[in-house]
């Protein structure tokens, strides 16, 4: 396992992928001021999963808070 502190530029990231990619377990720290703040930053967010969009109808819809 390896244990990065303050991850914060994509040559960074891109280092921590390639390493992912070989099988290595990692943890890592980042700063934002909000979760979203850090989804919203292309450079770090495909260290959260990314950002993806879905359509919701209308029977899922109900369940979640995107209901009108």
């Known amino acids: 396992m390896i244990v990065v502190d303050e991850v914060y530029n994509a040559k960074e ?4 992928a390639d390493i992912a990619r070989r099988g290595v377990a990692m ?10 703040t850090l989804l919203d930053n ?3 967010n495909n260290l959260l999963g990314g950002k993806h969009e879905v359509i ?3 029977h899922q819809a109900r369940y979640t808070s995107c209901a009108s």
Do not use: E, K, P
């Not at 990231?13 to 921590?16: D, G, L």
């Not at 943890?27 to 979203?36: E, W």
């Open 13 to 16: 990231v891109a280092a921590m």
């Open 27 to 36: 943890v890592a720290t980042v700063h934002g001021t909000s979760l979203q």
């Open 42 to 44: 292309n450079t770090l």
């Open 56 to 58: 919701l109808g209308d």
